[in-house]
C-alpha cells in the first residue's frame, strides 16, 4: 500500500505501518485524502498485486541504511532507524522499485495476494507517535485475508459490529449523551441510561454485603499530600488533572480510590483477628485523556469504577482471590458472560517486595485460578510492579474481548502509608493489600452491555419493561390504573397513546421495549390485558394479577415472560 501511495503522491513520506487486530495501517506525512484517493490507491495495489513482483531481504549496515534514507528525503525513516537497536538492518524490496525498513516476514511475491481479499477501509488523522504536538499524519486503515469469503465474513462483521455501536444505540435508545457545553468525556446519565445504573448498582451492593464486603463513600477530592504519599504525583501525574488551592493548601481530584481506601483502614488499631477486612466503594474518578482519545463510554475523563480492597494475611491470600473469582463468575454471570481470557502475570524486572513475599502471593493466584478450574495464560514478568495481578477479558457476542476484571497483589502502598496490624505475638506486621475490580467502570461496562445485546437488554435490565397501549383514549384511565399498580410492585412501565395502535407497537419495538399490554374494550370490561412479546409475539389475554405475578418471576429469575 504504502508504495501505492508513493507512486501516486510522490510527495508523501512514509512513516510507521504495522498490523493490527483484523488488519492494519499505514501512516504518511502528506495532503488529506479523500474517499476517492482511497479507491485510486487501491487500484494501484491492484496493478503492483498482478506484476507478481518478487519481495527481496537485504540486510545492509546502519550506516549504509542511513545513506539510503537520506538520498530518499524521508525524515521519519530516519527517527525510526535511531530506534531498530538490533543489527544488522533489514530492508525489504518489492522489485526494484520500492523498499522500506521491515524485519519481516513477508510472501515471496506480490502476486501471492488475492486482490480481492484486500480492502481500504478508511482515512484518518493522526499524531506522529501519537503526541499532539507532532505533525498530524493520513493514517489509511485497510484488511488482508487469504480470500474472498474471509473478507465477506469480515465485512459482515463490521456491519453488525456498526449496527450494536453504543455511541449511536445510546443516542437511539436515550440512555446517555456526552454535551459538548459541559466538555468531552463526561457522561449524562439520561432517565433510561440512569435506571439501568440503579439497578447495576443494586445487584452489585447486594452481593457484596452477602459476601462479607462492607461498603464505602469516600470524597472526590484530597489533598495534594495524599497523592504524594501514594505515589501517584511521582508515577501518574500525566494522566492527571492540575491541582486546585483550597485556602492555601493544594488539592487534587482523585484519579484511584486506593488511598482512601486505606485511610479508613488506618482509622483504628487492628489484630490478626480482624483479618479478613473487604471494602468496596463504586467510586468516581478522574483522569486526563487528551481529546483525541475520547471514545464513547470507552474512553471517558469521568467514571465510577467498582473498587475493592481486601486486606489479608500472608496465608490468607489464596481464600481470598478464590472468593473474588468466584463474585467474579456471580456477576458477569447475570449479563450471560461465560467465556474469558485470563492472564496470570508475574514479577516483573523493576518491583517492589521481597523475593519470599513475591513468590508466596503468586503460587496463591496460580493455585486459586486452579482451584477454580479456569484455564489461564501466564505473563511472566508482565506484573505491576507492586505485585502480581490476574487480569480477565470477557466475549461478548460477537466474540470481542474486553478486559473488565483485575485481581492485583499489592506489597507498595502498605509500604508507603505504613499501614500495619498487630499480630499473636503483640508485635507490629504488614498486611497484604488485594485490589480488585469486576465491572471495572460503569461507563465502559455499560456501553459493553449495550454492544453485547445490541440496546436490547433482557426483561430485569430493560429500563421500561413494559409499554400499556390502550386500542383509543377511551382505554386511557384503565390503563393508567394499571400501570400504577405494576409501579408499586416495583416493575418498570409507561402508558403510550395518542397514536393508531400498530405505530404504538411499532414505536415500541424501535425503542426495544421487551412487552407490550394492549388494551381494548374487552380488556377494559374483563379487567385483563393482552400482552404481546417483541420476541415471541402475542402470548395472550391474561388478569392483571396474574400479569404481574409472571413478570416478577421473569425478573427475579432473569428470564424472559
Not at 503492483?48 to 538520498?71: G, H, T
Not at 485511610?263 to 479478613?276: A, G, I, N, T
Request: hydrophobic residues 35%; glycine residues 6%.
Amino acid at each position: 500500500m504504502a508504495m501505492a501511495v508513493q507512486k501516486l503522491f510522490p510527495n508523501s513520506k512514509v512513516t510507521i505501518g504495522p498490523w493490527i487486530e483484523n488488519g492494519f495501517y499505514y501512516d504518511f506525512d502528506m495532503e488529506p485524502l479523500t474517499d476517492k484517493d482511497l479507491k485510486k490507491i487501491k487500484k494501484e495495489m491492484d496493478r503492483i498485486i498482478r506484476q507478481n513482483l518478487p519481495l527481496v531481504r537485504e540486510e545492509v549496515s546502519r550506516e549504509e541504511a542511513q545513506k539510503r534514507i537520506e538520498a530518499l528525503n524521508e525524515p521519519y525513516k530516519l527517527e525510526i532507524l535511531e530506534s531498530i537497536k538490533e543489527e544488522p538492518i533489514t530492508i525489504y524490496h518489492i522489485g526494484e522499485e520500492w523498499w522500506d525498513l521491515c524485519a519481516g516476514p513477508h510472501v515471496e511475491s506480490t502476486g501471492k495476494i488475492n486482490r480481492k481479499a484486500v480492502e481500504l477501509e478508511s482515512v484518518a488523522g493522526a499524531y506522529w507517535r501519537g503526541d499532539e504536538k507532532n505533525q498530524m499524519l493520513q493514517r489509511i486503515y485497510g484488511t488482508a485475508w487469504e480470500n474472498e469469503d474471509q473478507l465477506k465474513a469480515y465485512i459482515h462483521f463490521k456491519e453488525e459490529a456498526k449496527r450494536r455501536d453504543h455511541r449511536r444505540l445510546g443516542q437511539d435508545l436515550d440512555l446517555f449523551s456526552i454535551q459538548d457545553d459541559a466538555g468531552g468525556g463526561l457522561v449524562f446519565w439520561h432517565p433510561k441510561g440512569a435506571i439501568i445504573r440503579h439497578i447495576l448498582e443494586d445487584s452489585w451492593k447486594q452481593i457484596h454485603l452477602q459476601h462479607g464486603y462492607d461498603l464505602l463513600y469516600t470524597p472526590h477530592v484530597a489533598k495534594a499530600d495524599l497523592w504524594k504519599i501514594s505515589g501517584h504525583i511521582d508515577f501518574y501525574k500525566e494522566s492527571m488533572y492540575n491541582q486546585m488551592d483550597v485556602e492555601d493548601e493544594m488539592y487534587q481530584l482523585r484519579p484511584m480510590n486506593c488511598p482512601y481506601h486505606i485511610l479508613v483502614y488506618k482509622r483504628k488499631l487492628h489484630s490478626y483477628r480482624d483479618f479478613p477486612i473487604r471494602v468496596a466503594e463504586l467510586g468516581t474518578v478522574y483522569r486526563y485523556e487528551l481529546s483525541g482519545s475520547l471514545h464513547g463510554l470507552f474512553r471517558v475523563r469521568g467514571f465510577t469504577q467498582d473498587d475493592a480492597h481486601i486486606f489479608c494475611l500472608e496465608d490468607q491470600i489464596k481464600d481470598e482471590i478464590r472468593g473474588v473469582l468466584d463474585l467474579t463468575e456471580q456477576i458477569l454471570g447475570q449479563f450471560g458472560f461465560r467465556y474469558y481470557e485470563i492472564n496470570l502475570s508475574t514479577r516483573p524486572e523493576k518491583s517492589v517486595g521481597t523475593d519470599d513475599i513475591w513468590e508466596k502471593a503468586t503460587i496463591a493466584l496460580k493455585n486459586a485460578l486452579d482451584d477454580k478450574g479456569w484455564e489461564y495464560k501466564v505473563d511472566e514478568g508482565g506484573g505491576a510492579f507492586y505485585g502480581p495481578k490476574i487480569d480477565l477479558k470477557i466475549e461478548d457476542a460477537l466474540g470481542r474481548k474486553w478486559q473488565c476484571s483485575t485481581v492485583q497483589v499489592d506489597f507498595n502502598l502498605p509500604e508507603r502509608f505504613d499501614i500495619t496490624y498487630v499480630d499473636s505475638n503483640s508485635e507490629k506486621k504488614r498486611p497484604i493489600m488485594i485490589h480488585r475490580a469486576i465491572l471495572g467502570s460503569l461507563e465502559r461496562f455499560f456501553g459493553v452491555l449495550i454492544e453485547h445485546y445490541a440496546g436490547d437488554f433482557p426483561l430485569w435490565l430493560a429500563p421500561t419493561q413494559a409499554r400499556i397501549l390502550p386500542v383509543t383514549d377511551n382505554e386511557l384511565q384503565y390503563c393508567n390504573e394499571v400501570a400504577s399498580e405494576l409501579k408499586s410492585r416495583g416493575l418498570r412501565v409507561e402508558v403510550c397513546h395518542g397514536e393508531r395502535l400498530p405505530k404504538l407497537i411499532r414505536n415500541a419495538e424501535t425503542q426495544k421495549v421487551p412487552l407490550m399490554a394492549v388494551v381494548g374494550p374487552k380488556e377494559v370490561q374483563a379487567r385483563t390485558l393482552t400482552i404481546r412479546s417483541r420476541h415471541n409475539g402475542e402470548i395472550g389475554t391474561m388478569p392483571v394479577d396474574e400479569f404481574i405475578t409472571r413478570l416478577q418471576l421473569a425478573v427475579a429469575n432473569k428470564s424472559s415472560l
